[in-house]
């Protein structure tokens, strides 16, 4: 039995039932069939445009963005997106820039996960901290964001241990 890295912090018996079904080969049938197809943003401008269209439906008053893509940056980080604050002194004035990088693992899955990573990285521009208002506000802008972020954990559980990417069936 190999270690489950992506869920290994769930209780026991969601990580039993993981690992039967991958050892039956039966997790990728699984998750396929509750994902059936991946989504069509490819391009770091459709990747910006998706998440303003949800970051104007749920934060109209934060911040803008500056940029939005999808990167290699944030695996180094250990992390599936990053959000990133940068202050740089402009003519006498200090200009803040925030920035989304999402795992270009991204371009490949299912579009549920790609909205769940979005929110995850949006909630961050209000509320820096993974803390109960981080998740209330992750809940508001996706209620099945807890549901996603584990079917996400074990969709990379099981891209990790079979070495296959979503292919588009449509």
């Known amino acids: 039995m190999m270690a489950l890295k992506y869920i290994q912090h769930y209780p026991e018996h969601l990580t039993r039932q993981v690992q039967q079904l991958l050892d039956e080969g039966a997790l990728g049938k699984a998750l396929k069939k509750r994902y ?99 998740y209330q506000l992750c809940c508001h802008m996706e209620p099945d964001y807890h549901q996603l972020e584990f079917d996400l954990r074990v969709w990379l559980t099981w891209l990790e241990c079979s070495n296959q990417a979503c292919s588009n069936q449509k």
């Open 36 to 134: 059936p197809q991946c989504h069509a943003i490819r391009s770091n401008k459709a990747l910006y445009e998706y998440t303003i269209e949800l970051k104007n439906r749920y934060l109209r008053k934060s911040a803008p963005l500056s940029k939005v893509e999808f990167s290699d940056k944030a695996p180094a980080y250990n992390a599936l997106g990053l959000h990133k604050r940068i202050s740089r002194a402009h003519g006498g004035k200090l200009v803040a820039k925030k920035e989304i990088h999402i795992d270009n693992r991204f371009r490949e899955m299912p579009e549920a996960f790609l909205r769940m990573i979005v929110v995850h990285e949006l909630a961050h521009l209000k509320e820096l901290e993974h803390n109960k208002a981080f």
